[in-house]
């Protein structure tokens, strides 16, 4: 699925964080369109398909929009989100 684990566990914590530190839990919610800002061009398609896999595992919320996909954190499972942005993004 991905060319590089390493690389998908790291966007997955970069897009974990960015959520996060923006508050975007539960009913607080973002465009999807909006994950990519900031990430390396090369690198934005394999982004969306790591955020479309944590919307599958339960640690993003989605929601259809008429005006686009919006997304948010789910807060039930802050724990693990907190677990993986310290493994893979050390401070």
Do not use: C, Q
């Not at 959520?19 to 900031?38: E, M, N, P, Q, Y």
């Amino acid at each position: 699925m991905f060319k590089n684990m390493d690389n998908a566990d790291v966007l997955k914590a970069t897009i974990l964080k960015k959520l996060k530190r923006r508050g975007k839990w539960g009913g607080a919610h973002t465009s999807f369109d909006r994950l990519t800002t900031g990430i390396p061009k090369h690198l934005k398609g394999e982004t969306k398909n790591v955020a479309k896999d944590l919307i599958k595992s339960g640690l993003l919320f989605s929601k259809p929009t008429s005006y686009g996909l919006e997304i948010s954190l789910n807060p039930k499972r802050r724990k693990e989100i907190d677990t993986i942005i310290e493994k893979y993004l050390p401070k």
